[in-house]
C-alpha cells in the first residue's frame, strides 16, 4: 500500500526494545553476506595494492559519504560491510600475523552484537544494572587468577595502554609527583608515555642487552635512585614475547623498596594454562598488573584489564557527579561504578569475556593457548631447518623473529612492503641485537602446519625472485 503524498518516511528501528531482536534479523543476514562476498573479493590476508589504491576503491565505493538521501539500511550495510571486508587485513586469516591482533571467536564477536543492541554504559547503575553486575563477577574472578590475596579487583580497559597509563596514575597518587619510573628498555612505549602524560619526571629506560630487564641492573639503578620508585617489567614483549625474570625482580624491587608493575598485557593468559603458567612465577607479587583479552583471549577489540591485589588500590580513582552517583543513592545500596574507570561512557565489554570464559571454560582456553605457543615452535621449526632463513631464537610465546639469509636490512624492509602490496602476507618487523627481523606473531589457532609451510614457500619465492 503506497503512504499518501507527504507522509513523512517511517523512522529508523532500534536495535533495542521488545521489537529489537526482530528489526535486526534480517539486517544481520545482509551483514554476513557483506562480510562474506567482501572477504572473497579480497582473497587473502590484505587487499593488495597498498594505501593509495585502497582508498581510491573505498571512495569509489562509497561515493558521497553523507547523500541528501538516504538509501535504506540493507543497501547501506551491503556496501559498508562489503568495502570494510574487502578491504580488510583479516587476522583470521593463516598469513596475516604482523602484530598482537587476534582473530575475535565466533562466541565472542556474537555476545558484542548483544552489547552493541542494548547499549549499556557502565558510568552507572541505572544505565548498566545487568552489565554492573556481570563485569563485577568478572574482575574479581579474573583478578583471583593472578593474586591469592583476600580481595583482589580488576578494571576493565581498553587495551594495555589504559591499564599501564592507569597503573602509574595510582602509583603517583600513593606517591606524589616525585615518583621516578624505571622500566626495561624493553618496554612497551605506552610506559615513558604515560609517565610523560602524568606529569612524572621523565621514564628511565634500561638497557636490556639479553631483551629481557636484568635484576643486577636493576639493582645498580635503585642503589642511586632515590625513593619512590615504580618499577615496570614486561611478560610479553611486544617485538619479540620475551619474558622478564619476574621472581628475581620482584625480590630487587622489595630489596630497596620499589614498588613493581608488570605489564603482561601478552603473556599473562598464559596462567590459565597448566603447561604454561610456571613461566609467569612471580606475577602476583606485582602492585599492578596489565592484562589484555584481545591477545591471547580472542576476543573483539577492546578487552583490557588492570588487576591489582586489593581493591583498596583503586580508592584514587574515586569520583563524585550528582547525576550519577549520588551520596544517597550509594548510600541506599545502588553500586557506585564512576571510580571503576577515567571514562565515563562505557561499554560492557566484560559481557563478550564472560561469554567467552562460560562457553570455553579454563580447559577450553588453555587448549587454544597451547596450541597457539605450538605453532610458532612449529615455525621456528621449519625456519631453523631451511638454509634460505635465519632463526633469531625460538619463540618464547608465539612471537618468531626470522630474516633471510644474506640479505640486508634495506632489502628485508622492502620485502615486507612487497608482500603488502601484493597481498600475499602480512608480517611485522622488529630491531634486535642492531639488525632488522621479519615478525611473525601466531595468535590464530586454526592455523596449520600446512599454512606455514606455505609462508616459509612464500617468503623462500620472494627473497629469490
Known amino acids: ?40 573479493e579480497r582473497g587473502g590476508p590484505i587487499p593488495a595494492g597498498g594505501p593509495d589504491a585502497l582508498a581510491a576503491r573505498v571512495a569509489a565505493a562509497l561515493g558521497d559519504v553523507l547523500p541528501a538521501h538516504g538509501t535504506g539500511d540493507h543497501e547501506a550495510l551491503r556496501t559498508l560491510v562489503h568495502t570494510l571486508a574487502a578491504g580488510a587485513a583479516d587476522p583470521a586469516d593463516p598469513l596475516c600475523a604482523a602484530h598482537l591482533h587476534g582473530p575475535p571467536l565466533a562466541v565472542a564477536a556474537a555476545a558484542d552484537l548483544a552489547a552493541a543492541a542494548l547499549n549499556p554504559s557502565l558510568d552507572s547503575w541505572d544505565q548498566a544494572p545487568a552489565a554492573s553486575a556481570i563485569e563485577a563477577l568478572l574482575t574479581r574472578t579474573l583478578a583471583a587468577e593472578f593474586y591469592d590475596t583476600p580481595a583482589p579487583d580488576a578494571l576493565i580497559t581498553t587495551g594495555g595502554t589504559e591499564a599501564n597509563q592507569l597503573a602509574l596514575l595510582l602509583a603517583r597518587e600513593r606517591h606524589g609527583p616525585g615518583l621516578t619510573v624505571l622500566h ?9 608515555r604515560a609517565a610523560w602524560l602524568l606529569g612524572l619526571p621523565p621514564a628511565r629506560a634500561l638497557a636490556t642487552p639479553a631483551g629481557t630487564h636484568d635484576p643486577a641492573t636493576l639493582a645498580e639503578a635503585l642503589a642511586t635512585t632515590p625513593a619512590p620508585v615504580l618499577v615496570t617489567a614486561t611478560a610479553g614483549t611486544t617485538d619479540a614475547g620475551l619474558i622478564d625474570p619476574l621472581e628475581p625482580l620482584a625480590d630487587v624491587c622489595e630489596q630497596y623498596g620499589a614498588e613493581l608493575h608488570i605489564d603482561a598485557a601478552y603473556g599473562g593468559l598464559l596462567a590459565l594454562s597448566p603447561r604454561h603458567r610456571p613461566r609467569l612465577s612471580g606475577l602476583g607479587r606485582a602492585h599492578s598488573l596489565t592484562v589484555d583479552l584481545h591477545k591471547l583471549g580472542w576476543q573483539p ?5 588492570l588487576a591489582v591485589p586489593d581493591t583498596a588500590l583503586l580508592a584514587p580513582l574515586a569520583h563524585q557527579a550528582d547525576y550519577l552517583n549520588a551520596p544517597d543513592d550509594t548510600e541506599a545500596g545502588f553500586p557506585d561504578l564512576l571510580g571503576r574507570s577515567l571514562r565515563t561512557t562505557r561499554r560492557p565489554d566484560a559481557l563478550k569475556i564472560a561469554t567467552t570464559l562460560r562457553s570455553l571454560g579454563r580447559d577450553g582456553l588453555a587448549r587454544l593457548i597451547d596450541r597457539t605457543c605450538d605453532l610458532a615452535h612449529h615455525l621456528a621449526r621449519l625456519l631453523d631447518a631451511h638454509p634460505h632463513f635465519e632463526l633469531h631464537a625460538p619463540p618464547t610465546i608465539s612471537t618468531v623473529l626470522f630474516r633471510p639469509a644474506h640479505t640486508d636490512d634495506t632489502h628485508l624492509a622492502a620485502l615486507r612492503r612487497t608482500l603488502l602490496l601484493d597481498g600475499h602476507a602480512v608480517l611485522g618487523r622488529a630491531t634486535a641485537d642492531g639488525r632488522l627481523w621479519l615478525k611473525a606473531t601466531l595468535l590464530n589457532p586454526h592455523t596449520t602446519a600446512q599454512d606455514l609451510a606455505t609462508l616459509v614457500t612464500l617468503l623462500e619465492g620472494s627473497t629469490h625472485r
Do not use: C, E, F, Q
Not at 185 to 192: E, F, I, L, R, Y
Not at 301 to 305: K, M, R
Open 1 to 40: 500500500m503506497t503512504a499518501p503524498p507527504g507522509t513523512p518516511p517511517p523512522l529508523p528501528l532500534l536495535a533495542g526494545g521488545r521489537g529489537g531482536a526482530t528489526a535486526l534479523r534480517p539486517l544481520l543476514d545482509t551483514v554476513l553476506d557483506a562480510l562474506h562476498s567482501g572477504a572473497r
Open 184 to 192: 626495561g628498555a624493553n618496554a612497551h612505549h605506552s610506559v615513558p
Open 301 to 305: 577489540v577492546a578487552a583490557g584489564l
